[in-house]
């Protein structure tokens, strides 16, 4: 497990990162139970390319790949503030660690939740994707039990009750073939720090 903080914009920011290999992750994964959450609950359901229904499952997005590097951001909510105010700020800077280090380790990231690249997604105008090399999808579109995910690979709860939350956390992830431990490490370090 590989934790650390950093600091960014007067905001004290932890870090937790852990491998998990996707014949494991994919345990965690209910397809027809997670999207049809979706689908009961979530006023952008089928408004995305990147949503469900549209969403592939996370066993068919991954097949390349054998391992996924999860990541949990969070930051403590002031008392002045809702999660609603942190977790799009929270959102952007899980982002920006994702892309640079997809690349770097020369992955898939699954990121924090909707793709949010255009200001409008055109899938609602009946149009293509404008940036298809772009489309990234979460973990929860494609299925998978965040909750659970966060509690057993990384030690970490998720509070998702605005009136509890004293802290907000977002989770992506990057799916990669062969990479030593103590690389991913110091990638991430790196990356902390320049984002
Ligand atoms: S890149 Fe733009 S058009 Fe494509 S899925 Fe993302 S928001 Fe939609």
Redesign the pocket.
């Known amino acids: 497990m590989i934790s650390l903080n950093f600091n960014k914009d007067n905001n004290k920011i932890n870090l937790k990162a852990n491998v998990c290999s996707n014949d494991i992750l994919k345990n965690y994964m209910d397809f027809d139970y997670f999207t049809g959450l979706c689908k009961d609950g979530c006023p952008h359901y089928n408004l ?3 949503c469900p229904p549209n969403s592939p499952k996370f066993t068919d997005y991954t097949k390349d790949y054998d391992y996924s590097l999860v990541i949990a951001m969070y930051m403590e909510i002031d008392k002045d503030q809702t999660i609603n105010d942190i977790h799009p700020y929270l959102r952007r800077v899980l982002s920006n660690l994702l892309i640079p280090l997809e690349k770097e380790i020369n992955g898939l990231l699954t990121d924090g939740g ?10 609602i105008d009946n ?6 090399d ?2 990234r999808f979460s973990m929860e579109a494609m299925g998978i039990d965040l909750d659970k995910v966060c509690k057993d690979i990384l030690n970490h709860s998720i509070v998702w009750d605005n009136n509890k939350n004293s802290y907000c956390t977002v989770l992506g992830s990057v799916n990669f073939n062969d990479l030593p431990d103590d690389k991913i490490e110091k990638i991430l370090l790196s990356l902390v720090n320049s984002i």
Do not use: A, F, Q, V
């Open positions: 995305s390319y990147t909707r793709c949010r690249y255009c200001e409008s997604c055109t899938y149009l293509p994707c404008r940036y298809p772009k489309i």
